[in-house]
């Protein structure tokens, strides 16, 4: 077996044990994201150089016995869309296509101090604002299953390094199923945490009551690794929360008893795959044969999840990016020339650099968000969507008085082709039908491989737990990969 | 419930965006498919419930009133398209 064809958790092992160096390692990537990569459009800048400068630096201090960090050596792929002073930030938006950040988010900062190889920064939809990857200004991502199908999104680039063996372990945010969905469409984990699980300092803002960052990774133990070095207390971002991290990967391994899953009602109506259907019906029999018992159980207010997250993500991302005005950073405008005589000149510079730096999908949200704040539709859309929010949280704080954990699909359909919804806005937000709930009621969730479709695409399982219940989350997940194999099976027409 | 052409107009302005004539014409038709869409929240009761703001709602959060370092303003001027190593520059506020 090659060695980017082994978990996170194995290479470790073998770069402690001194059976592998971290430069052999991270050229063994680099290797197959230049074999790859040209293909797949899963990166939108490598620094190979600065990268293997980094391995051999933790190489030296592993082999003179110096302490080193958690993931040391091992190659990370972090979104674009986290503040690293070595690289540009640049959203995959042409407004910051030159930003340089002045400060390290925190998230990179702690992979940094754990001693990972920070390999690349992965492509995304345009400020994570989409659900397809296509919504990129700099290029389109393929998925690696399929290259005329897209690899989901927005943490496209971050699912389909992993699926196509170009990085052991990946950066994704999950704002309304940005992880987890692109991790069930391309056939990896991905794990959105509790809000405030993960500091928020130094992610560009997309909806800030619901963004939460995350780890994509091949095995839930590589998964449940990565989140143990990026979550904790942060005193720079006040909506982390104070609470102890428990050491995932020391628990993982020690299945549930007496599991209780919780299958809601609502997640098998009308416009649900059969294929997909099937294969998530499967999984809660493979609980079942674990020894877990099946609770059927009702989410009355789910069916308003979509129509509520579209109201209060839009509206907080159109406050959000209010910041870039072209002034102090970003895109702007290069003639001060006055389209409209009755606009002074300083407004009509902000309209002109928003207008030319903004892709379609973000002037979109933008727009839909200063609507729904704007005078006269407040109370209808904006503070009504507050309320539905949380009668969407009462419905999970009932449900899991139940259940442990709640099974669901991932999407309604495998991958969809590359363009295929692209003229759809609407249809596009649908597609995020089982992923919103999580991020309103602030609860983990995560995506695992569960099957694959006739035509060979890969379905994702979705469980979500209550609030800070990642560890019971990542021992369910483990539960089940250890009992099937669909994470064993390759890519095969990339080789 | 359906969005005319001046309502976008004005939110794009109230937003501060400049909207080619195909723009308008193209946000004109889908914001009024998502709102007509997002209109269904009104057949839930609400009435006796308090809105939501947050996932997890908090407890206020001080920070201790110290004088920390800024970003030098080298630093903060590093990614700003115009400035001349003082401060940032901007086309004229006021109107001729």
Not at chain 1, 287 to 297: D, N, R
Request: glycine letters at 8%; hydrophobic letters at 40%.
């Amino acid at each position: 077996m090659s060695l980017t064809e082994q978990s996170a958790t194995e290479l470790l092992q073998l770069l402690n044990q001194g059976e592998i160096s971290s430069v052999e390692l991270t050229q063994s990537y680099l290797d197959q994201i230049e074999a790859k990569d040209s293909q797949i459009g899963a990166f939108l800048r490598i620094d190979a150089k600065a990268a293997l400068a980094r391995a051999a630096d933790i190489d030296t201090r592993r082999q003179s016995g110096k302490p080193l960090g958690k993931l040391a050596g091992l190659p990370v792929a972090v979104k674009d869309v986290l503040c690293d002073t070595e690289t540009k930030t640049t959203c995959a938006s042409r407004m910051l296509e030159n930003f340089r950040p002045p400060y390290d988010s925190t998230v990179v900062a702690k992979l940094k101090a754990a001693d990972a190889v920070l390999i690349g920064r992965t492509n995304m939809d345009e400020f994570a604002m989409g659900g397809s990857t296509e919504n990129s200004a700099f290029q389109i991502t393929r998925n690696p299953w399929d290259l005329e199908r897209a690899p989901g999104g927005s943490s496209g680039g971050a699912a389909a390094c992993v699926a196509g063996g170009m990085a052991p372990l990946s950066i994704g945010t999950d704002t309304g199923g940005s992880i987890r969905q692109p991790a069930g469409l391309c056939g990896v984990v991905g794990l959105k945490p509790t809000y405030g699980r993960v500091s928020r300092y130094g992610l560009v803002a997309f909806a800030s009551s619901l963004d939460q960052v995350g780890p994509l990774a091949n095995t839930t133990e590589d998964a449940a690794l990565l989140l143990e070095t990026i979550a904790g207390h942060d005193p720079l971002d006040s909506t982390s929360l104070d609470v102890p991290v428990p050491e995932y990967t020391a628990t993982i391994n020690r299945p549930l008893e007496g599991l209780r899953i919780g299958v809601v009602r609502e997640h098998f109506a009308t416009g649900l795959d059969p294929e997909v259907e099937s294969a998530v019906r499967d999984a809660i029999k493979v609980y079942e044969s674990l020894g877990a018992t099946v609770k059927e159980i009702s989410l009355p207010h789910s069916k308003y999840a979509v129509a509520t997250y579209y109201v209060i993500a839009p509206s907080e991302a159109s406050s959000n990016l209010a910041r870039y005005d072209g002034v102090h950073f970003g895109h702007r405008h290069s003639q001060l020339s006055v389209p409209d005589p009755t606009s002074n000149s300083l407004v009509e510079m902000y309209r002109c650099s928003r207008s030319e730096g903004f892709g379609p999908e973000v002037k979109r949200r933008i727009m839909l968000g200063a609507y729904a704040l704007s005078a006269g539709y407040y109370d209808a859309y904006y503070l009504k969507a507050l309320k539905v929010r949380r009668l969407i949280r009462q419905d999970f704080d009932t449900a899991f008085e139940q259940v442990d954990l709640i099974a669901s699909p991932v999407t309604a359909e495998p991958a969809f082709k590359i363009g295929q919804l692209a003229d759809d806005p609407l249809s596009m937000y649908l597609v995020d039908l089982y992923t919103v709930s999580a991020n309103l009621a602030g609860l983990p969730g995560v995506s695992l491989p569960c099957g694959f479709s006739s035509s060979g695409l890969p379905i994702g399982l979705q469980l979500q737990a209550k609030p800070l219940a990642e560890e019971t989350l990542l021992r369910g997940a483990h539960m089940y990969q250890k009992a099937t194999d669909w994470q064993s099976r390759k890519l095969d027409q990339l080789k | 419930m359906a969005i005319t052409r001046a309502d976008v107009e004005k939110v794009a302005r109230l937003a501060r965006l400049r909207l080619s004539e195909d723009e308008l014409t193209s946000l004109t038709n889908e914001l009024s498919q998502i709102v007509t869409y997002v209109d269904q929240l009104a057949e839930v009761d609400t009435d006796a419930v308090e809105p939501m703001t947050h996932a997890i709602e908090l407890h206020n959060v001080f920070a201790d009133d110290v004088v920390r370092p800024s970003l030098p303003r080298e630093q903060a001027l590093a990614n700003a398209p115009s400035h001349n190593d003082q401060a940032y520059l901007v086309p004229p506020v006021l109107g001729d």
